[in-house]
């Protein structure tokens, strides 16, 4: 059965591939899983049908048969485990990639997720200024430790995994920041994770319902 999830009818990220539907897409291409895209906007998400599937009235959801997910992470984790590509064969690696799943989630984005908050939704109050420099010291302080982890190794545990995919998820969206540039080792891996072809047929993909043209190709 063909899955569908659902995406915003118009992406407040431009189609710059922030949005987290890209991340279900990206997962979905990597393992060769056809999938549907129910477009809904930012009215509908607060309407009964959509908070049946999102509790929270946001996206992306996934449903598949009567299997209904949310949570971006929860969904990346079923379709890891659906298709191996995405997940190694051999018990504590794996379990090793499902770690550094939740790595990316639990402890790089929520620093993220604040500087994002501080600059755009809170930039007008007048704690902000002091509020930056501490809350951009907090991210330094993890890319550190993961630019440290990663050493000169192409991806965090062997070979690309899921743990990869949500990593290099969270980390573009520091890109408009500089801050990505200053650990030219995180800025090597998340270039090598834009360049898997799988990534860039959800970037196209999510990119093409901004700007109303077909995905290349």
């Given at each position: ?87 190694p064969d051999d018990g504590h690696a794996r379990a090793r990639a499902i770690t ?66 949500l990593m290099v998820s969270v980390l573009l969206r520091l890109r408009p920041s500089g801050l ?38």
């Open positions: 059965m063909i899955p569908t999830i659902t995406a915003f009818e118009r992406s407040p990220d431009g189609g710059k591939g922030l949005a987290r539907d890209t991340r279900v897409r990206w997962a979905l291409e990597e393992a060769g899983q056809p999938y549907n895209v129910r477009l809904v906007s930012f009215q509908a998400m607060k309407e009964p049908a959509h908070l049946r599937l999102h509790p929270f009235g946001q996206i992306p959801t996934y449903e598949e048969g009567d299997l209904a997910l949310f949570e971006t992470g929860a969904i990346v984790f079923h379709i890891a485990q659906r298709h191996p590509v995405l997940l550094w799943m939740f790595a990316a989630l639990s402890t790089i984005e929520p620093p993220i997720l604040e500087l994002v908050t501080a600059k755009f939704q809170e930039g007008d109050k007048p704690w902000t200024p002091e509020r930056l420099p501490l809350v951009m010291d907090r991210i330094r302080r993890r890319l550190d430790q993961l630019s440290a982890r990663l050493g000169n190794a192409d991806w965090l545990d062997g070979a690309f995994s899921a743990g990869d995919l990505l540039d200053e650990f030219p080792s995180l800025a090597a891996y998340v270039a090598r994770g834009e360049a898997r072809p799988a990534y860039k047929r959800a970037f196209e993909a999510q990119l093409a319902v901004f700007t109303g043209q077909p995905p290349a190709g």
